[in-house]
């Protein structure tokens, strides 16, 4: 799809989901893609809440070398280091490094399945939705803390691990 049709999409898309007078105003038609996936991760919440954009439009509009690149993992198996962000959903399997005094943000959801490596003084904030796994190892001085917002999840992490229930959050 050409750039402006899909700016276009996306816009009268959120619109149709309640995007608010501000975000409509600040959005742009010459946005290249880059700048999509920036406005993606701040609107993180209502991209949540609206699954939007659905797995299979990114797929079917983002290439999976810029999706990688992007740090944004849809039915993909591949591996992530000191992402500042990161969003793994559909069925992803994905291994996230994150060392030294790195920090990060990840969401998974739907049925995707994380394995999160943190070392030295890393810091990493997890939020856990659908029926996703996530496994942690967390090692020196490094901090993970899960924010889980569904009874259907799985994570398997050791005791030093923060997990924070709170199911409501999207509602």
């Not at 406005?39 to 290439?63: A, H, V």
Request: charged share 30%.
């Amino acid at each position: 799809m050409e750039l402006t049709a899909l700016n276009n999409q996306l816009r009268s898309t959120a619109i149709s989901f309640g995007l608010c007078q501000q975000w409509q105003g600040d959005w742009k038609n010459d946005w290249n893609k880059e700048k999509m996936v920036d406005k993606f991760f701040e609107g993180m919440d209502f991209c949540l809440k609206y699954r939007y954009p659905t797995n299979q439009f990114i797929k079917d509009n983002f290439d999976l070398e810029f999706r990688r690149e992007s740090n944004v993992l849809v039915d993909d198996k591949y591996s992530l280091l000191n992402p500042a962000r990161a969003l793994v959903c559909g069925k992803s399997t994905s291994t996230i490094r994150y060392n030294a005094r790195n920090q990060g943000l990840i969401y998974v959801r739907d049925s995707s399945d994380i394995k999160i490596l943190a070392s030295g003084n890393a810091f990493v904030l997890v939020h856990v939705l659908d029926d996703a796994c996530v496994r942690v190892e967390q090692k020196d001085k490094a901090k993970v803390v899960i924010i889980n917002h569904s009874q259907d999840s799985v994570i398997i992490a050791d005791s030093d691990v923060k997990v924070r229930e709170e199911l409501d959050w999207l509602r």
